[in-house]
Nanobody, 123 residues
Framework: QEQLVESGGGLVQPGGSLRLSCAASGFSLDSWNIGWFRRAPGKGREGVSC????????YYADSVKGRFTISKDNGKGMVYLQMNSLKPEDTAVYYCATGAFCTGHVIYGVTNWGKGTLVTVSS
């Protein structure tokens, strides 16, 4: 069974950092573009970042640019989202997804979704 599993969420104070991980089970991430989305309480889903299959091309939403870094380790089958200088407005459930291509920071042609990991930024 093909699955994506996110981890690394939690409660952090404003200005703090977290690293989210996205792991694949039952298939390899090597040939996939990977996107991160988030859904804040009471809001719609928002694309956060996208990385191409080689990991050489990365894209970010303006709201996270300069604070978040997406990376891909094909050898380990992992994708990461390093989140620094976190703000209360970053509070959301974060999801990773495999897809056909990145159009800027949003991935299209999604084939698999993870179940998400909750990030809460609060003092």
């Amino acid at each position: 069974q093909e699955q994506l599993v996110e981890s690394g969420g939690g409660l952090v104070q404003p200005g703090g950092s977290l690293r989210l991980s996205c792991a694949a089970s039952g298939f390899s991430l090597d040939s996939w573009n990977i996107g991160w989305f988030r859904r804040a309480p009471g809001k719609g889903r928002e694309g956060v970042s996208c990385i191409n299959e080689s990991g050489r091309e990365t894209y970010y939403a303006d709201s996270v640019k300069g604070r978040f870094t997406i990376s891909k380790d094909n050898g380990k089958g992992m994708v990461y989202l390093q989140m620094n200088s976190l703000k209360p407005e970053d509070t959301a459930v974060y999801y990773c997804a495999t897809g056909a291509f990145c159009t800027g920071h949003v991935i299209y042609g999604v084939t698999n979704w993870g179940k998400g990991t909750l990030v809460t930024v609060s003092s």
